[in-house]
């Protein structure tokens, strides 16, 4: 009898159509409570709902809202971090900027990051 063997999905370019933006609030003014949104970085991402492994970190922040990317790595141009902000420009969805909660390098695979995001408090 022959064993089946699953085998994962892979990512690829095609399924990268979801168009977002990476930024970060900077205080450059005058006033502490003067802040301008600085762009960082902007890519295509492939968008799927969160895994129950992404639930988990969600829940330890109790966000209501998540959603988990995968953008293809940019290297030494940009690097995700938890204090960065997302725009996900999707029609679809009913809120558009989410909070960076984790970011797990080379997964799926070897050139990419998947990026867990949770509703913005």
Known sequence: ????RFKN??????????????YQYVNE???PDDFEEKTLYQCFAHTYAPSMKDQEILGV??????????IRDPWQDYTPKTN??????DFRLEQQTF???????D????GFITIVLGDKK
């Open 84 to 89: 960065h902000i997302v725009r996900v420009e």
């Open 9 to 22: 999905r892979k990512v690829q370019s095609g399924d990268m159509r979801t168009p977002v933006i990476f």
């Open 61 to 70: 922040y109790e966000a209501s809202l998540g959603l988990t990317i995968v």
């Open 107 to 110: 997964a799926p695979e070897t």
């Open 1 to 4: 009898m022959a064993q089946m």
């Open 29 to 31: 003014g005058p006033y």
């Open 99 to 105: 909070n960076v909660y984790e970011v797990r390098l």
